[in-house]
């Protein structure tokens, strides 16, 4: 009886090779990767100065491959594509990615696909962490190289907090870990909140309250390849661990019954998780609903089974997030939207799309 049933399990957790699923989430991940190549070109020639595509593409040409520097460009087009707007649009790149990865696994672990990255409190960690930099003075005309390290603080110790407030007798259940993380997400607000509330710097409020909503105009180089290392390497080790974040999305027996600890396997998925996160806001701040929406989306695309629903959130993610940025610096030139914004007025009445499309199961 043991056996029929630990092969049924097995059978759920492990659906039998299907050549279709394989082939339509290999022509998506080609699609989306063969899309955001092409996005990222354009994305370059958008903003408050256009660019001609001929002049991108010579500029590009030239610091990445050393070909020759001809007359076609000008030294100021060549410092807004390679050193303003290349980093700005690889960040986006790397901030969607790990946002959605984020949400897919943390969906998961939680089995609520409400879930997403602010359910931790790692987002409110790091605006808390980011909040305390700029408004003593510390991050005030130095920019991200202080502001993300102590953004990243914040998050990092907001994630101890939650960890430790879920894990209760050796073990971390969804429900504890979700009230745990919306617990120290409020608190951690409202000392955010506390801090602007306080402070007598305007300017420095001003500052706060846009990093909230979300940018990526602080981005870097160093900034691309900090947060470009890490939301690599998360997502190689949550590849690894796909077999037992499908077992964890079915049920904690399940887990067990394949040979997985349930306690261990999402106390480590939560880890990652909040490392990518951690990483992520620390260099573009609160940035809502991709990490919610674009699961939804991905498996609608390529199924549940995160071998094929991670690699696709990641490009979908990426793909949505780097728009979102193009919207936010040339809507209202010569302005710019705070990211946060546009992801939210993107992602609401698509998440109600989602809703009303799987009504019977939400």
Do not use: K
Not at 240 to 260: Q, Y
Request: proline share 5%.
């Amino acid at each position: 009886m043991t056996a029929a049933r630990g092969a049924v399990v097995t059978s759920a957790a492990r659906p039998p090779a299907d050549p279709d699923r394989r082939r339509r989430a290999a022509g998506w991940t080609v699609a989306l990767l063969l899309g955001l190549l092409a996005t990222v070109p354009l994305a370059l020639a958008l903003g408050p100065v256009p660019v001609a595509p001929d002049v991108v593409a010579g500029v590009l040409g030239h610091h990445l491959f050393g070909t020759p520097e001809t007359a076609g460009w000008t030294r100021a087009q060549d410092t807004i594509v390679w050193q303003v707007r290349t980093p700005r649009v690889v960040l986006g790149v790397v901030v969607g990615a790990g946002l959605a990865v984020s949400g897919v696994v943390l969906q998961a672990l939680v089995r609520n696909v409400l879930a997403e990255p602010y359910l931790l409190g790692i987002t409110s960690g790091a605006s808390t962490g980011a909040a305390a930099a700029i408004l003593f003075g510390v991050g005030v005309g130095i920019g991200v190289d202080v502001i993300a390290p102590s953004a990243f603080v914040g998050a990092a110790l907001a994630s101890v907090v939650v960890f430790t407030l879920a894990r209760r007798g050796g073990t971390i259940t969804p429900v504890r870990l979700l009230l745990a993380g919306v617990a120290v997400g409020y608190v951690l607000s409202a000392a955010t909140s506390l801090l602007i509330f306080g402070s007598g710097a305007p300017d420095a409020a001003r500052t706060v309250l846009y990093w909230l909503l979300g940018s990526l105009s602080l981005g870097n180089w160093r900034s691309v390849v900090v947060s470009g290392c890490v939301v690599a390497c998360c997502l190689v080790v949550l590849m690894t661990m796909r077999r037992t974040l499908d077992a964890l999305a079915i049920g904690d027996d399940t887990s067990r019954d394949l040979g997985h600890s349930p306690d261990l396997a999402r106390a480590r998925a939560a880890v990652v998780v909040a490392v990518c996160v951690g990483a992520v806001v620390a260099v573009s701040g609160g940035i809502g609903f991709v990490g919610l929406v674009v699961p939804h989306v991905a498996r609608l695309c390529v199924g549940a089974v995160h071998s094929r629903v991670l690699p696709v959130a990641a490009l979908i993610g990426a793909l949505f997030l780097v728009w979102a940025d193009v919207v936010a610096r040339t809507v209202v030139q010569p302005a710019e939207l705070p990211l946060g914004i546009v992801t939210a007025l993107v992602g609401a009445p698509l998440l109600f799309v989602l809703v009303r499309r799987h009504h019977t199961s939400v």
